[in-house]
């Protein structure tokens, strides 16, 4: 069996995850935010009040990482950190008006940036990539 770099599965996901997210990147060029900046926002979008660890965690980033990416939003004035009113060593995160007005903008040129790349794909065949996708991952835990 020949080896080949191009047939590996890892190889095809990180050469599109590269793809997509130089792409989201030029599409949120004018609005100031980064593809990593967007995770933060989407799980905020859905879910206010998480603590950097809960986020570092939803992201799939360290919390290193993660809190730079905090630090970048909070200059924007996107977020704001309350105290954690239990964990007083702890903070959560909250979306300023700033940041919830982003959504409006956002969301479509996400959801446009899926339905390109998804072009010609049946929409049964998407939804089972994730799922074998997601299969995967769990594979591996």
Known sequence: MEFKLHDLLGFTLNKTNAKLKNELLQRFKKYNVTPEQWSVLSCLWSQEGVTPKELAD???????????????????????????????????????????????????????????????????????????????????K
């Open 58 to 140: 939803i992201i799939f980033k360290d919390k290193p990482t993660t809190n730079r990416i905090l630090e970048k939003l909070e200059i924007k004035e996107l977020i704001i950190r309350k105290p954690h009113p239990v964990d007083k060593r702890a903070y959560q995160i909250f979306l300023t008006n700033r940041g919830w007005a982003l959504r409006d903008e956002l969301v479509p040129i996400g959801m446009q940036l899926i339905k390109e790349a998804t072009r010609g794909i049946e929409k049964h065949k998407v939804i089972e990539m994730r799922r074998l996708l997601n299969q995967i991952y769990d594979n591996l």
